[in-house]
C-alpha cells in the first residue's frame, strides 16, 4: 500500500511536467496562486489558444518577464486539458515556456471565472494585478501599458 502510495505521489507530482509545465487550475486554484505569491505583486493573465488578441500580446508578455525578471506572471488559460500540448507549443513560439502556466481543468468553466472574478463573464484577455497587500486592479483586454505602469510601482 505504502508503495502505490509514494507511486502515485510521484506521478501526480509529474503530470504537469508532462502537460508542458501547465498546472490543472481547478476550485481552490486561484487562493493557492495567491498564497504562493503573497507579499509580492502579482501578475495573472488569463488568455485562450481561441483568442486573436490574447495570441498577439504573447510576445510583449515575454518581453515584460525578459525586463523585469522580479515580477510574478503567471498565466492561466482557460483552455481545457485537451488543449494542453498546443498551448505549451504556443507558450514556448513567444518565449514564455519558463513562465508558471495553468489551464482550466473544471468542465464547468463558470464556476472557475466566479472565483477569479464574481463579475467576469469569460472575456479575453483579462489580467488580475494583485499588490503585495492583496488590493486587485481588472485590465480588461489588451492593456499592456497599464500592467507596465502598474508593475513599474514595484521595481
Known sequence: MRATLI???????????LAGGAKPFVEGSWQAIRDAHAGKP????????????????????????RENPNLRIVLISTDGEEDVPRMAATLARAGLSGLE????ADPFAERLRFELDPRWRGELPRTLLVAPGGDVTVVRGRGMEAVESWSARFR
Not at 7 to 17: G, I, K, Q, Y
Not at 46 to 62: F, I, K, N, Q, R
Open 7 to 17: 507511486a502515485l505521489s510521484l506521478w501526480l507530482l509529474a503530470v504537469p511536467a
Open 42 to 65: 502579482l501578475v495573472a493573465h488569463l488568455w485562450s489558444l481561441t483568442c486573436a488578441p490574447c495570441l498577439v500580446e504573447l510576445p510583449h508578455w515575454a518581453r515584460l518577464a
Open 101 to 104: 502556466s495553468w489551464h482550466f
